[in-house]
């Protein structure tokens, strides 16, 4: 090696060792629904599951994990650009020991939502309840690391939220409560209240750097176009309409919660550019399928629907956007997370 070649190497490994000195994030911690669920439904009562295949049959040693999908799902790949773990574990997963914490931590459910009464639906942990297992986690931690190094964890881990989505699909738009008792804009207001107290308490717990993600075109959903019979299986604008507001209205609170909050560094993720440019260009993404899903017929089936006797179920995944009716194939979930991480979380790299 000559001897500017040698001096390039040397930089280079120095860079490396800088890097992984300065690896800020010592773990990712999760709270949400189905979008970053790794498995907690696994472990409570409800019909709303999928550790049974063909759930997570592109995952390590094809294993139905609960993941909503056919391989990983966003947070797993965000764990594993943080250099990481590949895979974040869930709380309520017998196996989960608090010995492993810097593997990060799912508190995430599917079919949950900010309102209490969309985890009603279908019976699943309420986001309240998430954060009274994060409490939980923290006493642990504390038993384990001592308080000292706890805190530091704490106050250096990434905190990913992701969820909102089934309060308008499983509930505002399908149950009369809501609907009857709030107008769409003032749900949205209700719903984006609810986030800001969520951040405030985990800032109030000791996290400072978060990442609140937004809602996806949610028209979209191979689900939602199958009812949409009357615009021939077209996205649902209306639906979609609903997730930009929100979004934006999102985007404010973040705004106002990082002057607020002493510390803090809150960004917003954002899925729904991401998602409708995948759905408006398959072939720029090489997708064949947008509108049906992998899973069964493709219009209808997710949870114990999408199982293993249902003959209709895709060979390739990778050709298909969605994986079951309601939650993206694992291709798609890379890349909304490269998108995210390249976006949003590059500041925490
Ligand atoms: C957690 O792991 C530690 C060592 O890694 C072990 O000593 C302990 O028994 C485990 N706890 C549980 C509850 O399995
Ligand atoms: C949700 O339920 C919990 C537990 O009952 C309660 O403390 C909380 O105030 C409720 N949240 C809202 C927004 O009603």
Known sequence: MGYEAMLWFLLAHLLVQILKINAKVPAII?????SVDSGNNNEISTVLKSNFQPYGRDFIDSKPTGRFSNGRIPTDFISEAF??????????????????????????????????????????????KEMEYYKEYQEKLRGFLGNEKANKVIGEALYLVSIGTNDFLENYYVLPRRSSEYNIEEYQNFLAGIAKDFITELHRLGARNLCLSGLPPMGCLPLE?????????????????????????????????????A??????????????????????????????????????EMGYMCSKINPFTCSDANKYVFWDSFHPTEKTNWIIADHVVRTSLATFL
Do not use: H
Request: proline residues 5%.
């Open 263 to 300: 510390g803090i560094r809150l960004v917003f993720s954002n899925p729904y550019d991401i998602l409708l440019d995948i759905i408006q260009n398959p072939n720029k993404f090489g997708f064949e399928d947008i509108a049906k899903a992998c899973c069964g017929t493709g219009f209808f």
């Open 83 to 128: 250099r990481i773990k590949p895979t974040i574990p869930a709380y309520l997963d017998p196996t989960y020991n608090i010995s492993d914490f810097s593997t990060g931590v799912c508190f995430a459910s599917a079919g949950t939502g900010y309102d209490n009464a969309t985890s009603d639906v279908l019976s699943v942990i309420p986001l309240w």
């Open 225 to 261: 176009r199958a009812t949409n019979i009357f615009s021939g299986g077209d996205c649902v604008q209306e639906y979609n309409d609903v997730a930009k507001k929100f979004n934006e209205k999102l985007q404010g609170m973040i705004m106002k919660v990082n002057k607020e909050l």
């Open 30 to 34: 999760v709270f949400g629904d189905s």
